[in-house]
């Protein structure tokens, strides 16, 4: 009985200090992109600046890219399917929330957790998926807003 006491209580604090250690963090593994390793409040100040969306910018059809958007996971997939980068882009969600992103690579999978996407009220995207799901991915790129095909992923 004691083993079993003291092990629960050396899950319980490793929990803690985990939890701990992530606060702030829109995910408990980091980013493979460095750009990507940044608190909430940090994404959320950079959202700000973006805001509001940019309806007035000329529409450029469709990137080539794809967008897979994984609920059980509170995150969106991004890919450049183009063969040049894409650089200094916004990638807009639902016309309301947005992330920076500096560098996007052909071919490279860009992982978007949902915390890291802020409305201008500094809100990030619901991660409950009850009320609110993607209906729609755009991308900000040299002046022009793109479509960027959306597919469910899981």
């Known amino acids: 009985m ?4 003291t092990l629960v209580t050396v899950t319980g604090t490793a929990i803690a200090a985990l939890a701990i250690g992530c ?3 829109p995910a408990l593994i980091p980013n493979p992109d460095p750009n990507l ?3 909430s409040a940090q994404f959320a100040a950079d959202a700000a600046i973006r805001h509001p969306y940019k309806a007035e910018v000329p529409r450029g059809g469709e990137a080539v890219a794809r ?3 994984g609920y059980s996971l509170d995150r969106l997939d991004l890919v450049n399917l183009s063969q040049e980068p894409w650089t200094d882009v916004e990638i807009w969600v639902n016309q309301k929330y947005v992330v920076h992103l500096p560098k996007v690579e052909p071919n490279t999978l860009k992982i978007i957790n949902f915390q890291m996407l802020f409305d201008e009220k ?5 991660t409950d998926n009850k009320k609110v799901l993607i209906s729609k991915v755009e991308v900000l790129k040299e002046g022009k ?3 960027v095909p959306v597919r469910l992923g899981d």
Do not use: C, E, I, T
Request: glycine share 10%; proline share 5%.
């Open 67 to 69: 967008s897979q958007v």
């Open 145 to 147: 807003m793109f479509d």
């Open 23 to 25: 606060s702030g963090r």
């Open 37 to 39: 390793r940044k608190a």
């Open 122 to 126: 500094g809100n990030y995207f619901p």
């Open 2 to 5: 004691r083993h079993k006491l």
